[in-house]
C-alpha cells in the first residue's frame, strides 16, 4: 500500500480471500462482511469445516509487539480454561480446519498478505447477556475475576495504558484542532472539557494507587456472547494496562439502585476468584468520562475512512456536538455532587 489515507480501499474480497488461502487453508468462496469499524473483520467459509473469522488490522494502529501481547494474553486465558475467542495458530489451522503444511512458526498467529496484517478466529455464536439475571451476573463476575487473576500475574510492555492523557487530553486536543467541531462550539467544549479533566485528576489523586492489569479494555455487553450456560469473551483489540474495574463498570447500566444490585452480583463472583479493590468504584465516573472523550476523537481521527462518514453521518452535525457537551456538562455535575457512595451501599 502507497499511502494510508483510506487504509482498507485496497482489501478487496479477493484480497481477503488470497490472504486466508495464503495460510494453507481452502477456501469455499463464501464472504461475509461482519460489523467492524476499527479493523474489517470477516466470516470467510472453509471448505469442509466450518467458517473462521478473519480479523485484516488497522494499518499504522498497533506495532506487531502490541498485537502480539493481545494474543499472548488470550492464548494464556485459554490454557486456564476459560472461554475467550483467541487467535488460531498455523498448527491449529492444520490439524482443525486441514490447512496446507506451510514454512515458519507452528505458533504463529499474526500473518501478513499484500501489506495487511491479519489473524484468524473459530466462529464464536450466542446472546447477549441478560444483565437483569443474577445468575448471569454471577458468572460474568466470576469469568472478569478469573481473567483478572492472569491479567495481574505480569504487565504489558508493548501496549499502552488507560491513561488520563492518551484518553483525554490527547482526545481533547485533536478536536480543538478538528473541522467536525462546529468553530462556534469550540470555546465551550474548551472550557468543559478542561474542567472535566480537571476533575478526573483530582479523582485519580483523591483514590491514590491503584493496581494496574492487563484487562479486555472494552467489556461492554456485546464483546459478551452467553452460550452453554457460560459467557464467552470476543475482541480483545482494545486490551490494555488499566484498573480492574474498568472492565465491570460497562456492565452496569439503569438506576443507582438497579446499578447497585448488579454490582453486588458481579463483584461476588469477581471475588470468588480475585481480590477487588473498592476504592476502584470511585473511578467509574472518571472513567466514563474519558471513554466519552475518546470516543468522540476517536471517531473524528478515523473520518477519512470511508466506512465512518458512511455509517456515523451525525457526527458532522451540530447536534451531535449539542448533545456530547451536554453529556460531559452533566458528567461534571456528576463527578462534582458524587463521589459512587450509592455503588458502596
Known amino acids: ?36 469499524y476499527e479493523n474489517r473483520v470477516y466470516q470467510v467459509g472453509i471448505e469442509e469445516h466450518q467458517p473462521l473469522i478473519a480479523k485484516f488490522y488497522r494499518p499504522a494502529r498497533w506495532d506487531d509487539a502490541a498485537i502480539l501481547e493481545e494474543h499472548t494474553f488470550c492464548q494464556a486465558l485459554q490454557e486456564q480454561d476459560l472461554s ?9 489451522l492444520e490439524q482443525r480446519y486441514s490447512a496446507l503444511p506451510q514454512p515458519g512458526d507452528a505458533g504463529q498467529t499474526l500473518f501478513e498478505h499484500q501489506g495487511f496484517r491479519f489473524s484468524l478466529f473459530r466462529r464464536q455464536g450466542g446472546q447477549a447477556p441478560e444483565l437483569d439475571n443474577p445468575d448471569h ?22 501496549r499502552p495504558a488507560l491513561s488520563v492523557q492518551r484518553f483525554g487530553h490527547d482526545s481533547r486536543r485533536f478536536l480543538l484542532q478538528s473541522p467536525l467541531l462546529p468553530r462556534h462550539l469550540r470555546d465551550r467544549y474548551d472550557a468543559i ?3 472535566l479533566l480537571e476533575l478526573i485528576e483530582q479523582r485519580f489523586v483523591q483514590i491514590g494507587k491503584v493496581e494496574w492489569i492487563r484487562v ?47 454490582l453486588i452480583e458481579l463483584l461476588e463472583g469477581y471475588e470468588t476468584f480475585h481480590d477487588f479493590d473498592r476504592r476502584q468504584l470511585h473511578l467509574i465516573d472518571a472513567l466514563r468520562s474519558l471513554r466519552l472523550m475518546h470516543y468522540s476523537a476517536w471517531l ?21 456536538w449539542q448533545d456530547h457537551l451536554n453529556t460531559l456538562h452533566l458528567q461534571i455535575l456528576e463527578m462534582q455532587n458524587s463521589r459512587n457512595e450509592w455503588l458502596l451501599q
Open 1 to 36: 500500500m502507497t499511502s494510508t489515507a483510506h487504509p482498507y480501499e485496497a482489501l478487496t474480497p479477493e484480497l481477503v480471500l488470497d490472504a486466508v488461502e495464503s495460510t494453507g487453508l481452502l477456501s469455499d468462496a463464501r464472504l461475509f462482511t461482519l460489523n467492524s
Open 193 to 195: 472539557s478542561a474542567q
Open 84 to 92: 475467550v475467542v483467541a487467535p488460531a495458530t498455523r498448527s491449529e
Open 137 to 158: 451476573l454471577f458468572q460474568l463476575g466470576m469469568t472478569i475475576g478469573r481473567i483478572h487473576a492472569v491479567g495481574a500475574a505480569q504487565p504489558y510492555v508493548a
Open 300 to 320: 473524528a481521527r478515523r473520518w477519512d475512512d470511508p466506512a465512518f462518514p458512511m455509517h456515523f453521518p451525525w457526527l458532522a452535525r451540530e447536534d451531535y
Open 216 to 262: 479486555h479494555g472494552d467489556c461492554h455487553p456485546g464483546n459478551v456472547l452467553w452460550r452453554d450456560e457460560r459467557p464467552h469473551f470476543v475482541d480483545f483489540d482494545d486490551s490494555v494496562m488499566a484498573p480492574a474495574v474498568q472492565d465491570i463498570w460497562m456492565l452496569l447500566s439503569g438506576d443507582h439502585q438497579q446499578q447497585s444490585l448488579q
